[in-house]
């Protein structure tokens, strides 16, 4: 009897853990922000503070080498990315951009550039080598690569260094692109930065330049 | 011989900026960089001054306030204790009160880093007494028009200060400049865990009286959470001023914190 008990006695703990668990996962939007701007550690205190005047905010997670800042909010709250980009500039730096990923699982991105799409247009996918290091370096390619009028979607893999393009064939080309990555600090395989640039890079994302 | 500190302090800039670091805030200049609307900041600069008439302490309480993100308003209450040579005697007394005023104007932001112009103004208000002590207690009125740029990235920081301060009977108006390197010794990391190394520059020319002084500051800073230890000894490289004001040396050692 004593056993059962005992039993019985875990299970609902057990069974209470897991629904509370569930339940705090659920309830919860997770919004992910590139900023920029934070040029120190100072600066990312600045724009924590200015977001804890949003009751309810958890979970806060500040990158300094990519400006990433990532936290969880109340989902019923219901934050908008105008709330999220505002509170930003509040704090007195540059959302790049902003995701929002709601408890029940859509997402809501704002773009830096809305390519607008013509009866012309034309979506080409191409993978182009890009080298680089770190998570630094894959904010500031993909920043620099959405940032062209005409590219659709842009993933730069740290691994194997590969940058998986999306762009409208009658508004930019991949020349264009790689130029721009390149004159952004990055060797791809049709352009090489100038030195000047590279050296200006910080010391994690100098990587091995391409001959 | 002075000179060498200029040496020192640029080939140590040189050699550190290689680092991929982050820094913090200036010891003795200023910066352009702003901690969000509604931040509230309290903070002490002590200074122990040396000088050729004698020497000052000086305890000010300095609080700040930042209404908006581009904007910060302060003020600056010294306590000075104070020991001349001669017949000039010693004391403790309140020094020079004054009133901080900064408006960022344009901002730059980019990943990691960021490039911003603060317009500083400054009025002294004549609370203390008639020490000849710049910075700690004059006794006179004095109104400070400066601009503030300063470029921060997470390799290192750079702030430049340029302006002009003005006394009613032009006695003492001086054009300022303020240099400061920042060169973080650990990665940076978020909450705040830093320790930091400064190398200061000040040159004030007395553009009535026709003296200069260059000033050098080395200073090392250590940053945990909301609360920044500093330290910082400042001598002349450069002085071109009468007997009695020449300066022999000063020490620093301030707080903030962020509330």
């Known amino acids: ?211 | 011989m002075k000179i060498i500190y200029v040496v020192i302090g640029v080939l140590l800039s040189i050699t550190l900026t290689n680092r991929g670091l982050a820094q913090g805030p200036p010891i003795t200049a200023d910066k352009p960089i702003m901690l969000g609307g509604k931040t509230k900041l309290i903070k002490t600069l002590s200074e122990f001054r040396k000088t050729e008439q004698g020497e000052f302490l000086s305890l000010p309480v300095m609080l700040h306030y930042l209404p908006t993100s581009n904007s910060l308003v302060g003020i600056h209450v010294p306590f000075v204790n104070y020991s001349l040579s001669g017949e000039n005697g010693s004391n403790n007394s309140l020094g020079d009160i004054a009133i901080l005023g900064k408006y960022q104007f344009y901002r730059k932001d980019q990943m990691g880093k960021t490039f911003r112009v603060v317009a500083k103004t400054l009025q002294t208000l004549p609370t203390g007494e008639k020490l000849s002590a710049d910075g700690i207690s004059t006794g006179t009125y004095q109104s400070y028009q400066g601009i503030v740029a300063g470029y921060e990235s997470i390799k290192y920081g750079v702030s430049n200060e340029l302006g002009y301060n003005l006394v009613p009977d032009n006695s003492n108006d001086e054009l300022r400049y303020k240099l400061g390197f920042g060169l973080p010794l650990k990665k940076p990391v978020y909450p705040v865990n830093q320790v930091n190394l400064f190398f200061e520059y000040q040159s004030s020319w007395f553009t009535e009286r026709e003296d200069f002084l260059m000033l050098f500051a080395q200073g090392i800073q250590y940053a945990k959470g909301r609360l920044t230890v500093e330290a910082a000894v400042q001598v002349p490289i450069i002085q071109s001023l009468p007997e009695n004001l020449k300066r022999e040396y000063s020490i620093f050692f301030g707080t903030r914190y962020i509330l």
């Open chain 1, 1 to 211: 009897m004593k056993n059962l008990i005992i039993i019985i006695i875990i299970s609902v703990l057990a069974f209470t853990i897991s629904s509370n668990s569930l339940y705090g996962q659920s309830d919860r939007d997770q919004i992910e922000v590139q900023v920029d701007g934070l040029g120190c550690p100072f600066c990312a205190y600045g724009l924590e503070k200015k977001f804890k005047e949003f009751k309810g905010i958890k979970d806060v997670k500040i990158e300094m080498e990519t400006g990433q800042f990532n936290f969880s909010y109340p989902s019923e709250k219901g934050m908008t990315l105008e709330q999220v980009e505002s509170q930003v500039d509040k704090a007195g730096y540059t959302a790049v951009t902003t995701k929002i990923i709601r408890a029940d699982g859509t997402i809501e991105e704002s773009k830096q550039n809305i390519t607008e799409l013509t009866d012309e247009s034309t979506i080409v996918s191409k993978d182009i080598f890009v080298a680089g290091n770190c998570g630094m370096c894959k904010a500031r390619i993909e920043k620099t690569a959405k940032s062209i009028e005409g590219v659709v979607k842009a993933e730069w893999d740290k691994d194997n260094k590969m940058l998986k393009l999306e762009y409208d064939s009658s508004q930019t080309s991949i020349g264009e692109v790689s130029e721009s990555i390149a004159k952004a600090g990055h060797d791809t395989k049709y352009s090489k930065a100038e030195d000047g640039v590279y050296n200006d890079l910080p010391g994690c994302c100098q990587y091995e330049r391409v001959q």
